[in-house]
């Protein structure tokens, strides 16, 4: 593995704009030796690769001196320089954070020396010293061995369970202090050694000295002599004077530490998918190691023949006469063909979304209106002028507003340093469980559902992984995350896509709801809805019965700095804007010219790279591109009128409390079997249409919103949304998952339906009184 990937993957989260550039350093390299390169290919007497050994030999061990041009002095020097601003940068927050754990290590063994003297039992005489670890000697370690039993006893728990988590948290910094040290100067070694290797000048013999003195020889020594003085103080209190326990222990919280903060969201998508594609895999071959002919063939096939099915399907109902006009008709072709490729995913979505303007044009679906009063069809080059003109609309800038904002709290582990903070002093099993979701469920507001679980997950590895295969604890609470995450899919309008259709389908009635009105309505839906999954959870597992208390998380320990406090300012800033959107009307225009505001701050100030921007989920953006072409084809085609009135007729005489319930349950069912994305792209253009029809009083605002908060509501299998599917991915340290269909059968579907109970009995009135 490539030392730059070594860095990124090993170093610690929090301190990674500490360590050792080398990426910066190597393209330095570069340059000088293409600058080197150019000056000796002017050169006619000797070919360029000739030039170069010749002036490299003169460099290593010859002793006359090769000339060297201004320029390429002035470059050599610069690269020294560089490498001796990276050491001081590294040993001025080597000596920072040093002196912070020390200040952390010496207040904690105040309170053992405290209670040293209230019960006579000795603390290290290594740690008494003030500079925490540059004394010596173990002479009272059998002395204390024999009263550490009472001081346990009558001490008291809270203040044993206090210490001994601080001290543990102090040993894993002071042990990753020695990782970075250790990284640094390997890197400053292999960075030294690629110029030496890449130009004519030799730096490492003369830089590496002072670098191995600076990091290894001088300040190594002394952390690792505090690490293991702190061992033989943690092992003298906690057990009994046997080292070797108090070892292992801290051991295993140094493990747990590394790879909790190495396991970032992106991360841990991939290695969902890796693990997914190894299934697949996996399921083709039988016990003996061969392939499973039958099963790979239908695995092979199975993509080709939806993918006929559906395009059979679209030119059969092409010819058959089911509708007056050929609109309509080509129309619900289009309609049924995009549904089946969306259901069955014979074709990714975002690649079906792709279709959706190319068959709406080539079949002609596209209708304006005439002069007449009447409607003519558009010609395909009219066609495409319109379908592409409603495919990016203010909905699609409050989508990547969104995915900005969520980029930059991710990147700068604001949303996990909260999320850690919050979980840092909870013990309790079961609001260990109410906790994790209440976190799962804000964190969906602002990173969406699909990031949210995947961050919260790695939050709850360090508990999981310390509970036994089968216990009934992390069942609870991988299912409790994955049901609050997809209830935290209701809380904002940015929080998954569903609502961003919502806000566009509701704006085309006059008005879409300010971010408050939201609020209005889902957070007392939400809050509700993850309180009773919690009791639900609760009564199913019974997670108090097998375990007292829980191990929390460690708490962040860095400061704020000043880059996290503009990220949180801005988006703040920016969730104002879009509640005070009424107001700001008339100089804002809508929701989508604020989504510009944390691109500009975030982008324009370095905060987010171009690689963020690129790494932004745009198969999402394209499958809402997609919807939103989709229900322009139906509207302009006349196919929307036409499907409401033969709905109208169906509900006609049920009261508008009737016809919430109606729809609230349609998209309950479907969204449990398809994606609620698209679940929301193919009903919502119907329930909008429905709830304008409406008489006396048209509700078409109430029924899509209605509509949209039940799309989040829908959890009753694994595949019915990404927190589903990724928390029936979890395995154990066995390879054993934590959860199976059976408990979502058990947990989701009830949930699901508690959620609908809510939706109708909180979320409706609050809905008519806010005028919908």
């Known amino acids: 593995m490539k030392f730059s990937h070594q860095l990124k993957f090993n170093a610690v989260p929090e301190w990674k704009e500490n360590y050792l550039n080398y990426s910066q350093l190597k393209k330095l390299i570069y340059q000088i030796a293409f600058a080197e390169n150019n000056e000796i290919s002017d050169q006619p007497e000797q070919s360029p690769l000739l030039a170069r050994r010749t002036s490299q030999s003169l460099s290593r061990g010859s002793s006359s001196v090769r000339r060297m041009s201004i320029d390429e002095m002035v470059t050599h020097g610069m690269f020294s320089k560089a490498v001796e601003d990276e050491l001081d940068r590294i040993l001025a927050f080597f000596r920072r954070k040093h002196d912070e754990l020390q200040q952390r290590l010496r207040a904690i063994l105040q309170q053992l020396t405290d209670h040293e003297r209230a019960e006579d039992i000795p603390v290290h005489p290594s740690h008494l010293d003030t500079e925490a670890g540059t004394g010596g000697g173990r002479d009272e370690e059998a002395a204390r061995a024999e009263r550490l039993d009472f001081w346990h006893q009558e001490s008291g728990d809270s203040h044993w369970q206090k210490l001994k988590p601080q001290l543990a948290e102090v040993y894993v910094d002071l042990s990753e202090l020695v990782r970075f040290l250790d990284m640094n100067s390997e890197g400053l070694r292999k960075i030294l050694k690629k110029h030496d290797k890449e130009t004519s000048e030799q730096l490492l013999p003369i830089l590496m000295p002072r670098?191995?003195?600076?990091?290894?020889?001088?300040?190594?020594?002394?952390?690792?002599?505090?690490?293991?003085?702190?061992?033989?103080?943690?092992?003298s209190v906690f057990f009994y004077g046997d080292r070797q326990a108090a070892a292992s222990e801290l051991g295993a919280q140094l493990r747990d530490r590394v790879e909790f903060e190495r396991t970032t969201i992106w991360k841990d998508m991939v290695g969902l998918e890796r693990r997914r594609v190894a299934a697949q895999v996996k399921s083709g071959m039988d016990l003996e190691g061969g392939e499973s002919s039958g099963w790979l063939t239908f695995q092979r096939l199975q993509q080709p023949i939806a993918c006929a099915a559906a395009f059979t399907t679209l030119v059969i109902l092409c010819f058959v006469p089911t509708f007056d006009t050929p609109e309509q008709r080509n129309c619900l072709a289009l309609l049924i063909c995009v549904s089946l490729l969306w259901c069955t995913e014979a074709l990714p979505l975002f690649v079906t979304s792709m279709l959706v303007p190319f068959l709406a044009v080539c079949l002609r679906v596209m209708k304006a209106p005439s002069p007449d009063g009447g409607s003519h069809r558009l010609s395909a080059h009219d066609a495409s002028e319109a379908i592409f003109h409603s495919m990016f609309t203010q909905v699609i800038m409050l989508l990547i507003g969104g995915f900005t904002i969520a980029a930059a709290l991710s990147k700068h582990f604001i949303a996990k340093s909260l999320a850690s903070l919050a979980l840092s002093r909870i013990r309790r099993p079961s609001l260990v469980i109410l906790a994790n979701m209440g976190i799962a469920a804000f964190a969906s507001m602002w990173i969406s559902n699909v990031a949210a679980p995947v961050l919260c997950f790695s939050l709850a590895q360090p508990i999981l992984r310390n509970l036994p295969a089968g216990h009934q604890f992390p069942k609870a609470l991988v299912m409790g995350i994955a049901l609050a995450s997809n209830i935290g899919g209701m809380t904002s309008p940015i929080s998954s896509p569903q609502n961003i259709f919502a806000i566009e389908r509701m704006g085309m009635?006059?008005?879409?709801?300010?971010?408050?009105?939201?609020?209005?309505?889902?957070?007392?839906?939400?809050?509700?809805?993850?309180?009773?999954?919690?009791?639900v959870l609760l009564a199913a597992y019974q997670p108090g019965r097998y375990i007292s208390k829980v191990r929390p998380p460690r708490a962040p320990q860095d400061p704020f700095n000043r880059t996290q406090a503009v990220v949180v300012g801005v988006s703040m800033l920016t969730v104002v804007l879009w509640c005070a959107q009424d107001a700001l009307a008339g100089v804002v225009g809508s929701m989508g010219v604020i989504a510009i505001l944390p691109m500009v701050a975030f982008f324009g100030t370095g905060i987010l790279s171009k690689d963020d921007f690129n790494s932004f989920l745009w198969h999402v953006v394209m499958l809402a591109m997609g919807g939103l072409a989709l229900g322009e084809a139906v509207k302009s085609s006349g196919l929307l009128q036409t499907i409401t009135h033969g709905i109208e007729n169906l509900v006609q005489g049920y009261s508008v409390m009737g016809v919430f319930a109606i729809f609230c349950g349609l998209v309950l069912i479907c969204t449990t079997f398809i994606s609620h994305t698209v679940g929301a792209m193919v009903i919502l253009p119907i329930v909008q249409s429905v709830g304008a029809a409406m008489m006396p009083v048209p509700h078409a605002r109430l029924l899509v919103m209605g509509s949209a908060l039940m799309c989040s509501g829908a959890m009753g299998l694994p595949i019915s949304g990404f927190p589903n599917m990724n928390a029936v991915s979890l395995e154990d340290a066995t390879g054993t998952n934590y959860v199976g269909t059976i408990d979502f059968l058990m947990i989701g579907v009830p949930s699901s339906l508690v959620t609908y109970g809510i939706v109708l009995s909180i979320g409706y009135p609050i809905m008519l009184w806010l005028g919908f």
């Open 211 to 235: 670098i191995k003195e600076s990091l290894i020889e001088k300040n190594r020594p002394q952390v690792v002599k505090a690490v293991r003085d702190l061992t033989d103080t943690y092992g």
């Open 509 to 535: 009635e006059g008005k879409e709801p300010s971010w408050i009105q939201w609020f209005i309505v889902s957070l007392p839906i939400a809050i509700t809805s993850v309180l009773a999954i919690w009791l």
